[in-house]
């Protein structure tokens, strides 16, 4: 295993110590268009809590992206997108599929090395992300001859958009920067709120808010192992809980890494020797557990998939196989989760957690569960085994670990919250079913959130409301 610390500052920094100062030190963006931007800086003057959350969110990556953008000589306006696309949230996900800290859309994502499964998703992993953001705002910036606002607006509505909108202006005869495109309602706000974001840095208190300091130091660090290994056993090693672990982790969708990689752990810096002491003495058959399937004659891979509650792919990852062809007889290994069935306290265990057998009622989805007994739907999918696309059914029993002395119908405040409320708007030709398949989630809790009937019919442009969870939503 390897461990890297992000990074050593570069002879470049400046000298404060906190990673604010060496971000206003490295604006160079031009002002642009005063009223636009002004009309957008008032969407954050006075959000005191915002932007204190938004520092807390930042603190374990700002380093590194300060770091990143450094070492490609980019503006470092380009910290400051993060605030724009998710509110340094790397859970966030949007209505249009894009998620992560630098929301990515799948097909973008895919273009640019980040890897989408079962078990992973690039577009959270705050380091893949990261590097992919900064790889496609180069591009952008060369492809529109080094004018950063067209790179920016770009990143918002694709390089087709903007290109087409600079073609018609120059059939027009009109000048053809930024500001003077017709573009998208969405992008023509998008560079201004980043330029108003900017103007709110450089001077905080002129616009009654504050900022968290953040050390402009390394505060976690990087450790790469070179096998699949399950995170509940990394975060015992680690001396830190699960959700800890999840908050510098979110690209990790399952219990586990993915079985072709990536291995690779954000730990904080302070805890870094310490994993890799207790990680020496692990076997390497104890990173992961498996069950072994013995396969009977009929079985298809589905079946045993669904048995196990993981998807055919996994199931075929697992076991090398191409197809779906397996044979009676054979052997199958099924990775499962290592959560203990006792009390024993290790990662995300403690010893005042009581253990509640759950029989599954009518309409009931993973989400309502987890927030009726104050857990969250990643602990529920890893303490039974479960995937998270999979339907309940009714009077199924799951296993549940709670602090609470008995199910409660309050929010759970968990430091990673995968499930993101999204708002999405009607299209023509859109269905329950559609929706429903498009962002994983059932029909039934579509209705539920909604309040629709079984009569009810869909109207384009109609709001619907939707409880996604991140980590089964592509």
Known sequence: MLAETLTQPSSEAIESNDVWDRIRAGFTLPEGNAARVAKERQRYVGLEDFWITVSERASPYLFHIAE?????????EVALLPIVESAYKPTAYSHGRAAGLWQFIPSTGQHFGLDQNWWYDGRRDVLASTDAALT?????????????????????AGQGTVARAIKRNEAAGKPTDYWSLSLPRETMQYVPRLLAARDIVLDPPAYGVALVPIDNEPAISVVELAHQFDLALAAELAGIDMEM????????????SAPEGPHRLLLPLAQVDQ????????????????????????ETLGEIAQRYRISVSALQEANNINGHIIRAGSDLLVPVSSRPTGTENIAGSTQSE?????????????????????????QLVSWNALSADNTLRVGEQLTVWSTESAPTSNLASNAVDT????????????????????F?????????????????????????QLQVDVTAAQ
Do not use: C, K
């Open 68 to 76: 990143e953008i450094d070492t490609r000589g980019l503006p470092m």
């Open 136 to 156: 496609y705002l180069t591009y952008l910036h060369e492809f529109f001859d080094g004018d950063w606002l067209l790179a920016f607006a770009a990143y918002n």
């Open 245 to 256: 672990l999840y908050a510098l982790n979110p690209g990790y969708n399952r219990w586990a």
């Open 275 to 298: 994993f890799n002491q207790r990680a020496a003495e692990v076997p390497r058959e104890q990173w992961m557990r498996w069950q072994r399937h013995l396969v009977s004659p009929g």
């Open 354 to 378: 009581q253990r509640f057998n759950h029989v599954v009622q009518p309409g009931e989805s993973l989400w309502a569960i987890s927030r009726r007994y104050g857990v969250s739907v990643d």
């Open 419 to 438: 499930i993101q409320q999204v708002n999405y708007t009607v299209r023509q030709g859109d269905s329950l079913y559609r929706i429903a398949e498009r």
């Open 440 to 464: 994983r989630v059932t029909i039934a809790d579509l209705r539920r959130w909604n309040n629709l009937g079984s009569n009810n019919l869909l109207q384009p442009g109609q709001r619907l």
